[in-house]
């Protein structure tokens, strides 16, 4: 396919590129693009703000991250942060750092992915910013939501004897990550190279197109549950869970037999010779809630598809621990992703 330089159109040209047919499906959007600012009304409810900042060569490669999927990602993990606040995304706004070695049809791959987390979601696009950038591209999003009054719930909310559940399986997303790793370097050199993905489809797809548990916010929800606090798992449920301890001044246990493992994670662990459980607990990325609710919600709970009780909240003078097969306690520690790290 023949590509445009994004210099022939220009920046507005560009927006009017991207941007065209988009339609509005949230009442609390007033006005999105077009204008110097977006007007959203949120007269009745609780708003909630968060933003994410994507850089080449950190966050993602393109070697192996198709343009599209990673507009659907970009949005997604958003989306996730709204939904680990018990909320539901409305509104987001795009802006992109864009390097001259991209083209007008690369950028409309990204926001073909984004519009289509978008329309999946149910989420606005009402803005954003595009500039140059010496290096690689840059993707900053900014999703706005909304919970009802009384009903956000934050990471301080633990307390002791609560139980400590997550939603899906975790580890798979990070399996995923090394496989793209591993056919990328057996790749190199070679233009006829097939990956081999092979029974393994599951972990690709965990890497590349995660997904936000709106639905779990829902069934909790419909279940009548308020969780009393939670988080997304974007770093790995041990950091995730020593965020939610450290926050609510308490202690916990969780129980190796109990976390949630996918099939095709522990078959890719063996092939590598790594360590399941320690991918389960500090891989990241799997974009699954983690969240506590009061003991006596515990019938209820595990009555509901895809969550599963793993642990408990203690005392904080009980510290923050792990008990494995065998019935060992090993001390839990934060190993995943440090975004500010040297590595």
Same mark, same amino acid.
């Given at each position: 396919?023949?590509?445009?330089? &994004? /210099? *022939?159109?220009?920046?507005?040209?560009? %927006?009017?590129?991207?941007? @065209? #047919? $988009?339609?509005?499906?949230?009442?609390?959007?007033?006005?999105?693009?077009?204008?110097?600012?977006?007007?959203?009304?949120?007269?009745?409810?609780?708003?909630?703000?968060?933003?994410?900042?994507?850089?080449?060569?950190?966050?993602?490669?393109?070697?192996?991250?198709?343009?599209?999927?990673?507009?659907?990602?970009?949005?997604?993990?958003?989306?996730?942060?709204?939904?680990?606040?018990?909320?539901?995304?409305?509104?987001?706004?795009?802006?992109?750092? &864009? /390097? *001259?070695?991209?083209?007008?049809?690369? %950028?409309?791959?990204?926001? @073909? #992915? $984004?519009?289509?987390?978008?329309?999946?979601?149910?989420?606005?696009?009402?803005?954003?910013?595009?500039?140059?950038?010496?290096?690689?591209?840059?993707?900053?999003?900014?999703?706005?939501?909304?919970?009802?009054?009384?009903?956000?719930?934050?990471?301080?909310?633990?307390?002791?004897?609560?139980?400590?559940?997550?939603?899906?399986?975790?580890?798979?997303?990070?399996?995923?990550?090394?496989?793209?790793?591993?056919?990328?370097?057996?790749?190199?050199?070679?233009?006829?190279?097939?990956?081999?993905?092979?029974?393994?489809?599951?972990?690709?797809?965990?890497?590349?197109?995660?997904?936000?548990?709106?639905?779990?916010?829902?069934?909790?929800?419909?279940?009548?549950?308020?969780?009393?606090?939670?988080?997304?798992?974007?770093?790995?449920?041990?950091?995730?869970?020593?965020?939610?301890?450290?926050?609510?001044?308490?202690?916990?246990?969780?129980?190796?037999?109990?976390?949630?493992?996918?099939?095709?994670?522990?078959?890719?662990?063996?092939?590598?010779?790594?360590?399941?459980?320690?991918?389960?607990?500090?891989?990241?990325?799997?974009?699954?809630?983690?969240?506590?609710?009061?003991?006596?919600?515990?019938?209820?709970?595990?009555?509901?598809?895809?969550?599963?009780?793993?642990?408990?909240?203690?005392?904080?003078?009980?510290?923050?621990?792990?008990?494995?097969?065998?019935?060992?306690?090993?001390?839990?520690?934060?190993?995943?992703?440090?975004?500010?790290?040297?590595?």
């Amino acid at each position: 396919m023949e590509q445009t330089e &994004i /210099s *022939k159109i220009g920046e507005f040209g560009l %927006i009017d590129r991207i941007t @065209a #047919g $988009i339609e509005h499906v949230n009442a609390s959007t007033v006005k999105g693009v077009g204008d110097d600012a977006a007007e959203l009304s949120y007269p009745d409810t609780e708003v909630l703000v968060s933003s994410d900042l994507l850089l080449e060569g950190v966050h993602f490669d393109l070697t192996y991250v198709p343009l599209k999927h990673l507009g659907y990602k970009a949005a997604v993990v958003n989306f996730s942060d709204i939904c680990a606040m018990n909320g539901t995304p409305r509104q987001i706004t795009v802006s992109l750092g &864009i /390097s *001259k070695r991209f083209t007008v049809e690369h %950028i409309e791959a990204l926001y @073909a #992915g $984004i519009r289509l987390a978008c329309e999946i979601y149910g989420v606005d696009l009402v803005g954003g910013d595009t500039t140059a950038s010496r290096q690689g591209l840059v993707i900053s999003i900014t999703c706005i939501g909304d919970a009802p009054k009384g009903k956000v719930v934050y990471r301080d909310g633990a307390k002791d004897t609560d139980l400590i559940c997550v939603s899906g399986d975790l580890g798979s997303a990070y399996m995923g990550l090394q496989l793209l790793e591993r056919e990328k370097i057996a790749s190199a050199g070679s233009k006829e190279f097939i990956p081999k993905f092979e029974g393994k489809e599951y972990l690709v797809e965990r890497q590349l197109k995660p997904e936000a548990r709106k639905d779990i916010v829902r069934e909790l929800a419909d279940a009548g549950i308020q969780p009393t606090s939670m988080m997304d798992i974007s770093d790995g449920l041990s950091s995730e869970l020593l965020h939610i301890c450290k926050a609510s001044h308490c202690g916990c246990r969780i129980y190796e037999d109990r976390i949630p493992i996918d099939y095709q994670t522990a078959v890719m662990a063996e092939e590598l010779g790594m360590n399941l459980v320690t991918a389960a607990l500090n891989g990241g990325e799997d974009y699954e809630l983690l969240f506590t609710v009061p003991l006596h919600a515990h019938d209820e709970i595990t009555k509901l598809k895809g969550i599963k009780v793993i642990g408990h909240i203690t005392k904080e003078d009980l510290g923050c621990a792990m008990i494995t097969r065998d019935g060992a306690e090993m001390p839990l520690r934060a190993q995943g992703f440090n975004h500010m790290s040297e590595e």
